[in-house]
């Protein structure tokens, strides 16, 4: 390519680089009517506490559903929030999701999260079981070999390298 064509398409892009947009988002702005919050689960209860903040001037109805099943249903007042609890069992997890309930739009997702469980049971209950090292140490203790090999080879090519010939 010429230095010529190179110029022309580095002022094309510099030209064409303010019309673009400043950001770029995941999802189109939308004025959802309420927020979820999921804390984690609470290893004596089995219970996940989900906070849903209503952020309008009116009363939202909202349907909870945890995996597909609806576990809590009602209205959140205007700009108050509440509070449910979601039973998980141990071992497993639950995908769950906030709909909002309006006579123009029925069951409209407004926002899902994941929530596991793994809370230890049985007559171990506190103890975790030995895994090994910890993984960062031993990457630490790789690196550091890494570093100590390559500068070896480093410092043996720099004492062959450039030989003067006779």
Known sequence: MRIGTRIVLAAVALCAAP???KSAQAWPD????????????GCRSGRAEVTLHNQTSEAIRFDL???GESVATG?????KTIARQVRVRKGSAA???????ND??????IDSSRVRNDCP???HRGNLPFTGPPTDLIAKLATAG??????????WYGSIWPRSTP
Do not use: N
């Not at 209205?75 to 700009?79: D, E, L, T």
């Not at 123009?104 to 997702?109: A, D, V």
């Open 19 to 21: 019309l673009l947009p």
């Open 30 to 41: 939308r004025d959802d009517p309420f927020t979820l919050t999921v804390d984690d689960v």
């Open 65 to 67: 559903q945890a995996d």
């Open 75 to 79: 209205s959140i007042p205007a700009r």
């Open 95 to 101: 995908e769950i999701e906030a709909y909002s309930l």
């Open 104 to 109: 123009r739009q029925p069951g409209t997702l």
């Open 121 to 123: 049971w049985g007559h």
């Open 146 to 155: 890494g570093l100590i090999v390559m500068g070896g080879i480093l410092w």
